[in-house]
């Protein structure tokens, strides 16, 4: 079984500034990790997603994300944040071999921009 | 290309009622999974088709069930519905299951009274 940890549940951060939301997760086999984006009345959105290889990830809206494997986290990061940026973030993971659990979410983190 | 459809968006029903949702894919994809989303338990798998086949479950009642058609649209069943079974239920296509991108439907609303 997996679980994914999102620390935050609201995070606040004025307009042009940096965000980093965090996540950690535990599963007693390997992973692919993946972030998405929910905008209100909307169904979920893939930012970016950690399959192999460099565990630095990039993906759409200028969203990345950093897969370590020491400290079982994927965060993800935003140098400069917009109005837009408003929405809940959801981190995931899935086992490799797939499995009962499916994609197993976080509780979301509640990203607020401020102006 | 279009992207997954579930209809219908809202619904609203009596306890003890069943319901029907049904979830069409984007063209070529073959996995088909269900997602229960509410406020206090948050995103939580149902279950995954794949080819007609259930391939994988989550933990939940038997009174929740699907099924996968040829073309790939799948359907989840509720039956004898609880007040706890308002929720927003998602469905998400991808090619070939969880290691491939998955694309999300708007979701139905389910409101159960």
């Known amino acids: 079984a997996q679980s994914v940890t999102q620390l935050d549940s609201q995070v606040p951060v004025f307009e042009e500034a940096p965000v980093e939301l965090r996540c950690n997760y535990s599963?007693?086999?390997?992973?692919?990790l993946f972030w998405y984006v929910q905008y209100p009345n909307q169904g979920l959105q893939l930012l970016l997603k950690y399959l192999s290889g460099s565990t630095l990830v990039k993906g759409i809206n200028g969203f990345e994300a950093e897969f370590n494997k020491s400290q079982t986290s994927f965060h993800l990061r935003k140098p400069s944040v917009h109005i837009s940026d408003t929405a809940e973030y959801f981190c995931a993971v899935s086992a490799l071999r797939g499995g009962a659990d499916g994609l197993t979410f976080g509780k979301g983190t509640h990203l607020i921009i401020q102006p | 290309k279009a992207g997954v459809t579930q209809t219908p968006r809202y619904l609203i029903k009596t306890r003890g009622q069943q319901v029907t949702l049904s979830c069409s894919p984007i063209?070529?994809?073959?996995?088909v999974s269900w997602y229960q989303q509410t406020p206090g338990q948050g995103l939580q798998f149902l279950f995954e088709?794949?080819?007609?086949?259930?391939?994988n479950k989550g933990n939940f009642p038997g009174r929740f069930s699907g099924r996968q058609f040829s073309n790939s649209r799948s359907e989840m069943n509720v039956s004898t519905l609880e007040l706890g079974d308002s929720a927003l239920y998602l469905c998400?296509?991808?090619?070939?299951?969880?290691?491939?991108?998955?694309?999300f439907g708007q979701g139905t609303r389910l409101t159960v009274v």
């Open positions: 063209s070529g994809h073959r996995s």
């Open positions: 599963s007693s086999v390997s992973v692919y």
């Open positions: 998400a296509s991808s090619l070939a299951g969880m290691s491939t991108e998955a694309f």
């Open positions: 088709y794949f080819s007609e086949t259930q391939r």
